[in-house]
C-alpha cells in the first residue's frame, strides 16, 4: 500500500492481536498537530498509547522527522518503552509502505541524558563541531566529592565557618535540620540537598545572598557558590552534578539562536514532577514552533524533595501565555481502563476529601472537576480492609489472605501481589514481613534496610573480605562505624561458614591472597632495584639499561620475570622511546605488578562455586528469583567502584591497606551510611516467587493485579526544613508552606492506591499506640467491605497480558548472545548484570563518536568550499 492512501486508522486496525480503539478523547490528542497541548492524564488512562501514537502520527501522516521530535520521560525504563513502542509501530508502517524510518537521531529519554545530548549537540554549536563539556557527577559521586575530607575542611572554613570541622558540622546541621551532629556525612548529605535546590531553582548566588540577613544563610549560599566553582576548576577538566547539567543545557540553548527551532515538537510526560530549570528549558526549545506537548496528573505529583514544582503543571495554560503568548488545548484522558470500577470509586473519593481550595477563596490548587471514570462496570467488591485490630493480627490475617490468592491461583506468581509503604523503614514492614515468611511467603524487598544487609551482599563481601582482608576498627566513636564493623564482622562469619562447607572455594580465596602478596612483595623489591641504582621512578624506562637488572633482582616472582621480559612489551616500550614518549620507570613497575582481574572479574568467578552457582540455578528454573536479582544489582555496586577509582588494581593501590581502606572504609562504608534511598527511581526487577515491597513512590508508574496498602499512615510534620529555606528566596508564590505537606501526603496514597488493578486490600492497625492518617480513619471506620467477608470467587484471576506492540530484539544484542549462551542471556540482559571488562564497550563508543565527528568535518569543510 502506498504511504499517500494509508490513514492512521488504518493502522488502528491492523494492530494484533485486538486493535486499537481510541476514546473521543485519546484521538482528539493523537490528532492534534498545532500549539501547545495540555493532557490532563489520569491513573490508567492510556497516556503512554496515546503518547506513542500521537509520535507516530507526527512522523508518518505530518513529515516531521524524528531528530525534529524532543520526546522526556521521567525515568529510564519509560524512555525505552517508547522507543521500543515506537520501532514496533514503525515497522508495521514500513511492512505496509515500504518506507522505512530511522529513530537512532530522535531524542527520547529522560531529562538528565537528554540535556547531555542538548550539549553535544552540533546544532547547537558554532561551526557545527562537537563542544568540550564538563565530565558529569551522578549522586554518588557528588556525594564521595563533597564529604572528602580535604575539600569539606577547605569549603566549609573559606566561607566563614568555624575553623573547627566538628563544630562546622554542627552549625550546618543544627540549621539544616534543626539536630546538631558533627558528623561530616550528615552535614555534607544535607548541603547536597540545598545545593541540588538551588541549583534546581536556577539561582544566582550573588543574588539570593542579597534577599537574606541571616549570616548562616548567608553562609550556606557562599558554600554553594563556592561548590560551582570548584568544579569548574582553571585547568583539568569541569565537572558538572546532575542538577547543574540542567543549567548548562539551557546556557547552551541561551547561546544559540536555532536553539528555538531545532525541535519542531516538544513532549514532556509526567510534566508535574518538573522543576524550574527544566520548564525554562523545555519553553526554550518550544518557542520557535510552539508545538509543545505536556502530560500529566497533578494529584501524582510525588517529587517535591528533589525540587519539583506541581505548579507547572497545573498553571501550564497560563505559563503557556506567559512564554509563548498563545493558548493551549485542553484535553483531559480521564477514563481509567486498569482498575476495577470501586477502586476507582474509592481513590476519586479519597483525594476530594482534602481542602484544596486556594486562601483567596477562588481557585484551586489542583486541576479541578476531573470527573475520573473506571471502564469496568464491575460491582463486586475490590477494596478490601483488613479487620480493625492489633499490628500483628491485622499482618496476619493479610497474610492469609495473599496466601489464599496465591493457592487459588488467583495470581500467577506471588510478584503480582505488591505491599507498598509510605517508607519501608518502619516496624509494621518488618511484621508483614515476618507474617508472609510464617506461610511460606518469601519477600524481595532489597531496598528495606540496607541493601548491604541482605543475604547475598553477606556472603559475597565475605569472600571479598578473606581475600583483602578487614580493615582495623580505629577509636572512632558513632553508631555507623561500629555498625560497618559488626557488618564486616558478619560477612566474615559467613565467609567462614562457606569455605567450611565448599574446600575448592577455600583454595581459590587462598590463591588469591598469595596472588596479592606476590605482587605486593615484587613491586617492593622492584622499587627497591631502582633505589638501588639511583633510579628516579619518573625518569623514562630504558629498557637495554634497567630490565636485566630488575629481571635479576632475588626473590622476583616468576610471573613479573614473565612480564618484564614480555617480547612484545619490549617492542612497544622501544618504540615509544625512539618516538620521544617513552614509559616512565614507576608505570612499567607498577604495569608489571598489578592483579589481572577487578573487583567484578572477581565477583563472575566467586559465582562459579556451587554456593552462588544454586542461585542462578533457581532463577533458570523460574523457582526463586530473589537471590539472583540480588547478585545483579552487586554488580551495579561494584562497577561504580571501577568507573570511580580504578580497573586495575595495581601493587601501589595495595600498599599499606590503602585498596583495601579504600573499597570497604569509603566505598562500601559510604553506601552503608546512605543506605538505600526510599525515594529511589531504580527499576528493581520483581523476581518470580517473591512477593515485593516498595515505597509509594518506587511503585509510581508501576500496577499491579493486587496491590496491597500496608501502613495507612504518615503523619505530617510540615514542610521540610530546605523548602522553608529556599521558598522566601525565590520570586513566585507555590503551595502555602502551612499546607504543603498536606498535599504531599494525600499524593503519594492517591499514588498507592491507584496501582491496583483487581484487588486493594488496605491494613486498619486500632488499639493503644496505633493510629492511621485522615481521611483513612473515617474512610475505613465507614461503610468498608471486610477481609473476611470476601468471596474470592467474585475476584478475577490475574493474567498476563498481551502487548499488542511486537517486543523489538537486536540481532547482536539478543540472538548472538543467546546462540552463544543462553545462560549469559538470562543473566545480562534479563537481569541487568554488570558485565566485566566494558572497557571494550567504552573503546566500541570512542571509536564510533570519532568516525561520527570525522564524518561532520568533512562535511563542513565541503560545504565552506
Known sequence: MALTSLTIQDLWAAIKPKRFEPTDNQEKAILHTEGPLFLTAGPGSGKTRVLLWRTLNLIVFHNIKPEEIFLSTFTEKAAFQLQEGLRSLLGLVTNITGVPYDLSHMYVGTVHSLCQRLLTDRRLSNGGRRPINPALKDSLEQYFYVSDRRYWSSATAAVGFPADVDEANKVITQYLNKTPSS????????????????????????????????????????????????????????????????????ERLEQCLASETVFKHVIIDEYQDTNTIQERLF????????NICVVGDDDQALYRFRGATVENFVQFPERCQHYLETDATPIPLNTNYRSRRKIVEFYTDFISRCNWKRGSGTGHYRIADKDIQAHSQDEQPSVIVSTAGSPDNVCAEIADLVKRLVDEKKVEDPNQIAFLFPSLKSAQVERMRAALEAVGLRVYAPRAGRFLEVEEAISI??????????????DFKGNDYNEFHNWMESCLRDADRLLKTDKTLATYVEDRKREISTALNDYRILVEVAARHQWDLNQPYDIDLMMRS?????GLSETAKKNLSNSFFGRIAKKRAEEGQPFMLSYVITRMTSIDWSVLDLFYRICAFDHFRAMFNLAEKGTDEGPICNLGLITQYLARFIDTYSAVIKAPFLLDGKFRNTFFMRFLYSLFRLGEAEYEDADDPFPKGRVPFLTVHQSKGLEFPVVVLGNPRKDDRGPQQVEKIVRPLLDREGEPLDRMSQFDIMRMFYVALSRAKNLLVIAHYSGRGQSISEPFKTLLNGQVDRIPSLNLDTLPAAKVEADNLTKNYSYTSDYLLYQKCPRQYMIFRKYGFVASRSQTQFFGNLVHKTIEDLHHLLIARRTQL
Open 183 to 250: 558528623s561530616r556525612h550528615v552535614a555534607a548529605t544535607q548541603c547536597i540537598s540545598l545545593f541540588n535546590r538551588f541549583s534546581e531553582e536556577s539561582v544566582d548566588p550573588s543574588a539570593i545572598r542579597e534577599r537574606t540577613e541571616d549570616e548562616t544563610l548567608k553562609a550556606l549560599i557562599d558554600l554553594y557558590d563556592y561548590y560551582k566553582r570548584s568544579l569548574t576548576p582553571e585547568t583539568g577538566v569541569p565537572f558538572i552534578d546532575f542538577a547543574l547539567l540542567q543549567q548548562k543545557a539551557f
Open 283 to 290: 519553553f526554550k526549545l518550544a518557542k520557535g514552533h510552539k
Open 461 to 474: 563481601f565475605g569472600i571479598y573480605l578473606k581475600i583483602f582482608g578487614k580493615p582495623d576498627r580505629g
Open 550 to 554: 630488575l629481571l635479576s633482582a632475588g
